[in-house]
């Protein structure tokens, strides 16, 4: 007869009875059975295959592009056919939306073929108004509301679709399992059926994971070893614009990201980074620009400051968006190295959009705003400076430069100012007016005429 023993899932520790509580390592409600049929097992098997490396082919990679570029430029140029793709992000961000685009996109572009669509939040009637929002009428996207996993996988086997969409883990249940739905022997359970099922058959699966406000992220994250690829949806700034970043992957690089905006008609994908993040074109005193890396990706951020006499000797320093220390550290320079001073002066900065920026490539534009207020002269043209300001009041390079200013280019943006640092290397490789400044106080006489 077979002897049932029970293991302690925290610690390991081997009990022939059940027991709630686990005296090795204090847990509660750990322990699961185990069958003493695996130890006889692994006795018989007398030989295993072993391959050398070099008699090993290497197995071709297809891919299946969904259509939304930004989406597949993420994946490495579209999902790889069997692969199992984790899309994690907060409640409301905008999966489920971006996932029926996708499923939609992906149909048309791909005759004959479904996608399978299985959400355990949404009834199909929701989804379906959700479609209509979204202008999606397809034939072949086919959707359930089921929690069950072994129905699940009966649409699945009925079905067989190029694509399985899973709406999400957390709410999915193998009903023979104890443990509550969305809890992580539930979540990593359904994930390693899903890996099983799906593989073999060569269908593609996402599954949706949320993950909670604060940003613990106890679900998903335990099952990012098991998937392929892990991608992350998050909102950028504070406007509609959300950020597709790629965690892990393993069929391409996690440098990628791709931008989106919310609209009411769906997700629009930015393809244009430096139109969607500076929204006026109108110049003042106070206004500079500058751009960050995210990714391979370059976003155009405004930079604006205000610096007004303060009547009653504690002048503030007040930041939206970079750190107050860094304006302290900026201001302590430019009173020192730019002869001005600031001491009877507010000082307002706000990065435009709700971003929250720590590159230090932004300071020269800061710096730039801050004169550009203090002086009521407005910095012409559409100039990008880019510049970390050091604690002598020099400017130093960015580090990147390169790759930012490929993308300047492809955006047609002409005009750059930079520190002396970069200066020779940029002005061979590209087509730029480029305006070089060694310290602070250069900034003055160029574009202040002082
Ligand atoms: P949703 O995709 O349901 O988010 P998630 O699946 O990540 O929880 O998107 C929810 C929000 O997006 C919701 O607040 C409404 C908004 N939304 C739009 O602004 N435009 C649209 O076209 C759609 C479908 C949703
Ligand atoms: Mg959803």
Same mark, same amino acid.
């Given at each position: ?103 939609? @996109?992906?149909?048309?572009? !791909?005759?004959?073929?479904?996608? =399978?669509?299985?959400?355990? #939040? $949404?009834?199909?009637?929701? &989804? /379906? ?118 965690? @892990?992957?393993?069929?391409? !690089?996690?440098?990628?990201?791709? =931008?989106?905006?919310?609209? #009411? $008609?769906?997700?629009?994908? &930015? /393809? ?179």
């Amino acid at each position: 007869m077979e002897k049932i023993k029970f293991e302690c899932s925290n610690c390991l520790y081997l009990v022939p009875k059940w027991l709630g509580h686990c005296i090795k390592c204090n847990s509660w409600n750990s322990f699961i059975e185990t069958n003493s049929k695996y130890s006889k097992k692994s006795k018989t098997i007398k030989k295993i295959d072993l391959k050398n490396l070099s008699e090993v082919g290497n197995e071709s990679i297809y891919r299946i592009c969904t259509g939304i570029g930004e989406l597949d430029r993420v994946l490495g140029g579209g999902i790889v056919q069997g692969s199992l793709t984790l899309i994690g992000g907060q409640p409301g961000v905008g999966k489920s939306t971006l996932l029926l685009e996708a499923a939609a @996109k992906l149909v048309r572009l !791909n005759e004959n073929k479904r996608v =399978l669509y299985i959400s355990g #939040e $949404e009834s199909e009637g929701q &989804i /379906s108004l959700r479609a209509k929002r979204l202008n999606i009428c397809e034939e072949n996207i086919y959707l359930l509301n089921e929690n069950d996993w072994e129905k699940i996988k009966l649409a699945i086997d009925q079905l067989r679709p190029i694509v399985f969409i899973l709406d999400s883990i957390q709410t999915t249940v193998i009903k023979d399992m104890s443990a509550s739905p969305g809890s992580v022997s539930q979540i990593k359970e359904i994930t390693y059926e899903i890996l099983n099922y799906c593989k073999d058959k060569k269908i593609s699966s996402i599954i949706v994971g949320h993950i909670t406000k604060d940003g613990s992220i106890s679900g998903p994250k335990v099952l990012e070893h098991m998937v392929d690829t892990v991608l992350y949806f998050e909102g950028l700034g504070e406007h509609n614009h959300r950020i597709l970043k790629s965690i @892990k992957n393993r069929f391409g !690089n996690t440098f990628e990201v791709g =931008l989106f905006e919310m609209e #009411e $008609e769906g997700l629009i994908e &930015i /393809s244009d980074t430096s139109k969607s993040f500076i929204k006026s074109t109108i110049n003042g005193p106070g206004r500079t620009r500058t751009c960050i890396l995210e990714g391979r990706r370059v976003l155009f951020l405004e930079i604006q400051a205000l610096v007004n006499e303060n009547k009653f000797s504690n002048p503030k320093r007040i930041t939206q968006g970079i750190d107050n220390s860094r304006l302290s550290m900026l201001i302590a320079i430019i009173e020192k190295y730019a002869g001005i001073s600031l001491i009877n002066q507010d000082v307002y900065i706000n990065v435009v959009g709700g971003f929250k920026v720590d590159n230090k490539e932004i300071d020269l534009a800061i710096v730039a705003s801050i004169l550009s207020s203090y002086f009521k002269i407005t910095v012409e043209g559409e100039k990008v400076f880019l510049g970390e300001v050091g604690l002598s009041g020099e400017i130093r390079g960015a580090s990147f430069l390169d790759s930012i200013l490929k993308d300047l280019e492809i955006l047609n943006y002409k005009d750059l100012v930079i520190g002396i640092e970069n200066k020779d290397e940029l002005r061979q490789k590209f087509n730029f007016k480029i305006s070089a400044l060694e310290k602070i106080n250069d900034l003055k006489e160029k574009f202040f005429n002082l």
